[in-house]
Nanobody, 115 residues
């Protein structure tokens, strides 16, 4: 089974930017919809952004206008460009399919936004 490995998180000040990457150990071209999810402390995991195989995107209202999801099927990688970060964006970010497959959850990458 393909494994997904997230990277690119870190500590950033409010208003800053980060680019997250999700590298797959195998081909993602057969995955119709992939997404980025996040889980903040004490909260349920939520869907942040999705992208179809054809490049159609959709975003949660809380991040719309501030983030951009993209995918490179040749590199088997999905990206999340995050701009104008807010403290409420602090969470562990994961990538997965949509709907998510239980076997695809990785370790995630921590994003911490200081005020």
């Amino acid at each position: 089974q393909v494994q997904l490995v997230e990277s690119g998180g870190g500590l950033v000040q409010a208003g800053g930017s980060l680019r997250l990457s999700c590298a797959a150990s195998g081909s993602i071209s057969s995955f119709n919809v992939m997404g980025w999810y996040r889980q903040a402390p004490g909260k349920q995991r939520e869907l942040v952004a999705v992208i179809t195989r054809g490049g159609i995107t959709n975003y949660a209202a809380s991040v719309k206008g501030r983030v951009l999801i993209s995918r490179d099927n040749t590199k088997n990688t999905v990206y999340l460009q995050m701009n104008s970060l807010k403290p409420e964006d602090t969470a562990v970010y994961y990538c997965n399919l949509k709907p998510p497959g239980s076997g695809y959850w990785g370790q995630g990458t921590q994003v911490t936004v200081s005020s």
